[in-house]
């Protein structure tokens, strides 16, 4: 049973460029997560997708956008970006996240993003 | 808004002892707290789920208990071994649904 999955795993980009980041939710899953995690930091939720519409967004920019596909896998999206968005980019999946807010969120391997 | 709190930020201590990680959360109305495990560079690991109506959960040396009146979760491992180093985060889902994460305490489990 493949878990949760990301690619790609790191990648460099330069300041004002776009990127694209993807994951696949573990099988069986409907509900994706993304989290943007600073060195040293704990993770900071970024939004949720359910049902192919976003439910539900943390304190970020209008920069980060995001997408769920009718297989429920998902993509963050980065516009114009800043040196400061350097981190781990961590997505999670679980269950009927909107509603099923007592199921456990399992996170896969993250995507190092590098700005220079 | 909710804010997680997590001491000691780092942590030593000599193979074969048995160690307390601690959590405290500011806002008690929470649907339920996980306890994960991050090595350098890598993703997440759950270790623990402990919903709102729990007290308590283990799994194998791990023992994780919920306070949630008081805002306070620890982590118990025992016996501790070099290959529980890491990172260990704990993180509580509450009426905004998402996880909101404490800042980690470093372990490093010296042979």
């Known amino acids: 049973d493949a878990g949760v999955t990301q690619s790609p795993t790191h990648l460099i980009k330069t300041r004002g460029q776009q990127v694209t980041l993807r994951c696949s939710p573990k099988s069986g899953h409907d509900t994706v997560s993304w989290y943007q995690q600073a060195l040293g930091q704990g993770p900071q939720f970024i939004f949720q997708y359910y049902e192919e519409e976003e439910r539900q967004r943390g304190n970020f920019p209008d920069r980060f956008s995001g997408h769920q596909f009718p297989n429920y896998s998902s993509e963050l999206n980065v516009n114009a970006l800043l040196l400061g968005d350097s981190a781990l980019y961590l997505c999670a999946s679980s269950l009927a996240g909107w509603r099923g807010a007592s199921y456990e969120q399992y996170f896969g391997p993250g995507t190092r993003l590098t700005v220079t | 808004k909710q804010e997680v709190t997590q001491i000691p930020a780092a942590l030593s201590v000599p193979e074969g002892e048995n160690l307390v990680l601690n959590c405290s959360f500011t806002d008690s109305a929470i649907y339920n707290l996980q306890w994960f495990r991050q090595d350098p560079g890598k993703g997440l690991t759950s270790l623990l789920l402990i919903q709102s109506s729990q007290r308590e959960q283990t799994s194998g040396r791990l023992n994780a208990s919920l306070d949630k009146s008081s805002g306070r979760s620890t982590l118990y491992i025992a016996a501790s071994q070099p290959g529980d180093s890491a990172t260990y985060l704990c993180?509580?889902?509450?009426?905004?649904?998402?996880?909101?994460f404490g800042s980690g305490t470093q372990l490093t489990v010296l042979p």
């Open positions: 993180a509580v889902r509450g009426s905004a649904r998402q996880l909101t």
